[in-house]
C-alpha cells in the first residue's frame, strides 16, 4: 500500500478521519517547531506559536482545498502566525538572541574533541543565522529546515521568484562572511 499524500491526508481529516492528523502532525511537528524557535529564539513562546498553528490547522479543515502543497499551505500559516507574533509585540522582525545547545546526536565512535568542534561549530551557524535579516533569515529557513523549493517559497510569501531566489543568494553570502570572519 503506497503512503497517501500529505494533501490526501488533509482532505482524509476534513471528513473528520483523525488519524489522518496524526500523520501529518507527525511529519511537520519537529521542523515546524525549529522554524518557530530559530525565527524567535525562545522556547515558550515557540511552544505556543507552534499549538496555535496546529489548532489553526484544526480549525481551518472545513475550508481546506487544494491550491498548492500541503507542506505550503501549512508554512503559509506559520508565517503569517509568526508576522502576527512580531506586529502583536512591535518587534522589528528581529528574533530575540538566547543560544540555546542542542545535543550531537549521532556520534558512534565518540571522540570529546570532535564533540566539541560539531557543538561549536553548530552554535557559530546558529549565531550566524541569527544575525541574518529577517527576510533572508526566513527564506534561508524555510528552504533549508523545512526543505521547500525557493518557488513554494515565492508562492508561499506572495513574492516572485527572483526576488526570493536573490534573498537566498544574500543570505547564502552574509553567512559564508559571517562564518569566515568566527574563524
Known amino acids: 500500500m ?28 519537529d521542523a515546524l517547531y525549529r522554524y518557530f524557535l530559530r525565527n524567535i529564539k525562545n522556547e515558550a513562546t515557540s511552544q505556543e506559536l507552534f ?12 475550508n481546506y482545498q487544494v491550491k498548492a502543497t500541503f507542506k ?6 506559520a508565517h503569517n502566525r509568526l508576522v502576527d507574533w512580531y506586529r502583536r509585540n512591535n518587534l522589528e522582525q528581529k528574533a530575540f538572541q538566547e543560544n ?7 556520534i558512534i565512535n565518540w571522540n570529546p574533541e570532535d564533540e566539541l568542534q560539531t557543538k561549536r561549530l ?3 551557524i546558529k549565531n550566524a543565522v541569527s544575525q541574518l ?14 526543505l521547500l523549493s525557493l518557488p513554494q517559497i515565492a ?6 521568484i ?7 543568494r544574500y543570505a547564502l553570502a552574509r553567512l559564508r562572511n559571517n562564518l569566515e570572519k568566527m574563524r
Request: aromatic share 12%; proline share 1%; net charge negative.
Open 162 to 168: 527572483e526576488k526570493i531566489k536573490s534573498r537566498y
Open 51 to 62: 499549538q496555535d498553528l496546529w489548532m489553526k490547522v484544526i480549525n481551518s479543515k472545513e
Open 100 to 106: 540555546t545547545e542542542d545535543d550531537v546526536d549521532g
Open 122 to 124: 553548530s552554535k557559530e
Open 155 to 160: 508562492q508561499m510569501l506572495d513574492e516572485g
Open 72 to 77: 505550503t499551505w501549512l508554512y503559509t500559516l
Open 2 to 29: 503506497t503512503e497517501r499524500s500529505d494533501e490526501e491526508l488533509m482532505l482524509a481529516f476534513k471528513q473528520d478521519e483523525a488519524t489522518a492528523f496524526n500523520v501529518l502532525y507527525r511529519r511537520y511537528k
Open 133 to 146: 535579516p529577517f527576510a533572508q533569515r526566513e527564506v534561508f529557513l524555510l528552504h533549508n529546515e523545512a
